[in-house]
Each structure stands twice: as structure tokens, then as C-alpha cells.
């Protein structure tokens, strides 16, 4: 029923300190991605869940992201000692599966806006 | 380097006239073309999905078109709304699912 939904909508942080945001997907969808939007910026992958699958965590900045896909259903984003440079919206979104067939299309939640100060 | 570039960054009308937005890319191996409108606050949401054996496609009052050999694509909106107000992103699949974003086009409707 749903479509995708995260959590917070909205986090502001201090400089250093380790914040978790939360994706979940439509239901049934196998297919999970996370990616980043820079204030005047276009979308960056960061990483994708595929069923039980190794992640494709190429885009990950730098060893302080990392993110887990608990059950094949939720995942979380942990950005750890953060910077400001990691000011962004965050955006999750889920697919049925992959491929270039529009049966696959990625649905995306609203986002969470990551503040560091 | 895959790369997706829009144009131009933003862009006012009257509402009721057309537009039309452009994309070009350098991305390969292509799958496939998507526009995506994103209202602010919003997740982006697909108004047309192309592949690259296809020149054109429609969604209502949003036409796309791709040429591959040239790889350019357009988004031509007809008779804006107020509410067509908002970011539309190109985006490019490499491969079956990692897509490549453009900065986007940042369009403004005005009454």
C-alpha cells in the first residue's frame, strides 16, 4: 500500500557526533538504494541491496558511511563522526528487482535533510 | 566519465506557454532515459521511462524525446500549470540499476 518512507524527515547534529536514518521500502520490492542531494546538486548513489545479494557499495564517500539491510525489508544509513560536508538530503528508494524494464522503477521517499552544524 | 548534463539550470514562464528542457549524456553503457519531476520537500517521481530504441514518449502534457546516435533528450511541457513548478532530472541507467543524475532544471510556472 505505502510508498517508501524514511525517517526523520529532519535531523540536525554537531559536528562529530554519529547519526542513523531509516528507509523503508515498499513492501514486496527486493531492490533497495540509497543516494545523496548536495544543496544545487544532482543525485549521488551511495549504495543498493539487491535480496541477499553482496551491496553495491561503490559510491560511499569514505569509511565513515556504511549502511545495513536488516530481514531483506528496512535499511539504515549510519553516518559516523560527521561532517559538514555531509549536509544533504538523504533519499531512499525500492524496485521490485532490477533491470531496464519499467516494471522496475524506483520508487523514492521524501528524503531526510541531514544538518551538521 | 558518466556524466549527465542539463539545461539550462532554471527557467520561468507564463503559465499556459510551452517549454522545452534539455539533457545530453555520456553515459555508458546506456539501459535506459528517465525524467523525474521533484517537488520541493519531495522524493523525485518518473514521468517517462525510454529506452534506447525509442525516439519519443508521452505522459499527458509531458512529451520526451531521445536521440541516441547524438545522445541528447528533451522534456517539451505543453500549456504549464502552476503546479508544473519544480525540478525535473534527467537521469540515465548504466547498467540495469545504477542511475546517473543530472543536476536538474529548476522550473518556475508564474500566473
Known amino acids: 500500500g505505502a510508498g517508501v518512507s524514511q525517517s526523520p524527515s529532519n535531523k540536525v547534529t554537531e559536528k562529530g557526533k554519529d547519526v542513523e536514518l531509516r528507509c523503508d521500502p515498499i513492501?514486496?520490492?527486493?531492490?533497495l538504494y540509497w543516494y545523496r542531494q548536495s544543496l544545487g546538486q544532482g543525485l549521488e548513489f551511495l549504495i543498493y541491496f539487491q535480496g541477499n545479494s553482496a551491496p553495491d557499495k561503490s559510491g560511499l564517500p569514505s569509511d565513515r558511511f556504511s549502511a545495513e539491510r536488516t530481514g531483506g525489508s528496512v535499511s539504515t544509513l549510519t553516518i559516523q563522526r560527521t561532517q559538514q560536508e555531509d549536509s544533504a538530503v538523504y533519499l531512499c528508494?525500492?524496485?521490485?528487482?532490477?533491470?531496464?524494464?519499467?516494471?522496475?522503477?524506483?520508487?523514492f521517499g521524501p528524503g531526510t535533510r541531514l544538518t551538521v552544524l | 566519465k558518466n556524466q549527465v548534463e542539463q539545461s539550462p539550470q532554471s527557467l520561468i514562464i507564463l503559465e499556459g506557454k510551452n517549454c522545452t528542457l534539455q539533457c545530453n549524456y555520456t553515459v555508458s553503457p546506456f539501459s535506459n532515459l528517465r525524467w523525474y519531476k521533484q517537488d520541493t520537500g519531495r522524493g523525485p517521481v518518473s514521468l517517462t521511462i525510454m529506452t534506447f530504441s525509442e525516439n519519443t514518449k508521452s505522459n499527458g502534457r509531458y512529451t520526451a524525446t531521445l536521440d541516441a546516435d547524438t545522445k541528447q533528450s528533451s522534456l517539451h511541457i505543453t500549456a504549464s500549470q502552476l503546479s508544473d513548478s519544480a525540478s525535473y532530472i534527467c537521469?540515465?541507467?548504466?547498467?540495469?540499476?545504477?542511475?546517473?543524475f543530472g543536476s536538474g532544471t529548476r522550473l518556475l510556472v508564474r500566473p
Open positions: 513492501s514486496g520490492h527486493t531492490a
Open positions: 528508494a525500492s524496485s521490485l528487482g532490477t533491470g531496464s524494464s519499467s516494471y522496475n522503477e524506483q520508487f
Open positions: 537521469v540515465v541507467i548504466h547498467r540495469d540499476y545504477k542511475l546517473i
